[in-house]
């Protein structure tokens, strides 16, 4: 090789490491959420309330079915138009008790007409006539955070988690829901359950299944593997020594 051919040779692979350096160094461009960016749209929350007696425990495979039956399916439907969506499950002893709600980034149009549909679904009409639910509330978030991907994130994380925390719990809501349905599918009846009673009753089972999936597989299905996308770096865990999973 001539010297002036291995003189270009160099400065074209020096060019190239310059420009590979430059793209990796350099602050990239403001995004937005990806193939979630919607114009206009904002989060909601559609609480579904159930009812609790609190001298007893909550009717968590009550969340199941409706998880199932109603709000799942309905997230399927409208899955190309919902940026991000999740699920959030709670019963404490205050004003909100027990609920199961769906959280949806959409387009304001889209979230009124979930809401909507959630609130005159038969089976939901039908749970709430028969004294299992207290009714289904649509609540919309703060201005300054309806519109952003971090809206319903927990504001005291810091803002990387708040912006990347909703693709997480999406997906962890996604496995929760096809775990429903993939342990009602092997415990499914031989013909559709008749009534209601029959339904809940079946749901109790179902739920009983998907708990102990949890705890008996959850350490290493769900821990371990995402504590090893972290690098197995130990966690701080409230009052206990930091551990790896």
Known sequence: MSATVFK???AALTAVVALAGCGSLQPQPERGPGPTAIAGATWQRVRIHIRWNRAEQPNWHLDALLAHRVAGPLVERERAAIGLWRFHRRAADDAAGHSLSLLTYASPALNASLCRTLRTDPLVIEMTQAGLLDGVECEGFAAERERLVE???DPRWSPELQRAWPYYIMGVSEMWLRLIDEHARAAAPQEEAPDLGRTV???????????RTWQKEGEHAFLHHLNALFGYQPIDLQGEEPRRF
């Open 151 to 153: 809206g319903s994130s």
């Open 201 to 211: 009753a079946f749901y109790r089972q179902v739920d009983q299944a998907v708990t």
């Open 8 to 10: 270009r040779c160099a």
